[in-house]
Nanobody, 122 residues
């Protein structure tokens, strides 16, 4: 599986962006998908995740602002980011694994996409 993320950019605080992550390969629908982010000087964190069944996880700091979705027919996941804040500035990475646990601990993850930079100006 190869993951291709896009959609980052520069936006003012309060604005929105939508990230996309397209997956190649088979059995995409079986994977738990996640969006990680890493800000300068910070550890990478799992911002959002979605199981194959559609259950979602959001880190507290993005709850109510970010919405993750997936389109299994298009082998694509999305992260709609609303009401962006300067502290959302980070490189965002999509990831795929068959185990949610791996995404939750950020280790042993099967596949990573390249990062896409999101910059939120104040």
């Amino acid at each position: 599986v190869q993951l291709q993320a896009c959609g980052g950019g520069l936006v003012q605080a309060g604005g929105c962006l939508r990230l996309s992550c397209a997956a190649s390969g088979r059995a995409f629908s079986r994977y738990v998908m996640g969006w990680f982010r890493q800000a300068p000087g910070n550890q990478r964190e799992l911002a959002a995740a979605m199981t194959s069944g559609g259950m979602t996880y959001y880190v507290d700091s993005v709850k109510g602002r970010f919405i993750m979705s997936r389109d299994n027919a298009k082998n694509t996941v999305y992260l709609q980011m609303n009401n962006l804040k300067p502290e959302d500035t980070a490189v965002y990475y999509c990831a795929a694994d068959q185990e949610y646990l791996h995404l939750s601990v950020g280790r042993y993850i099967d596949y990573w996409g390249q990062g896409t930079l999101v910059t939120v100006s104040s």
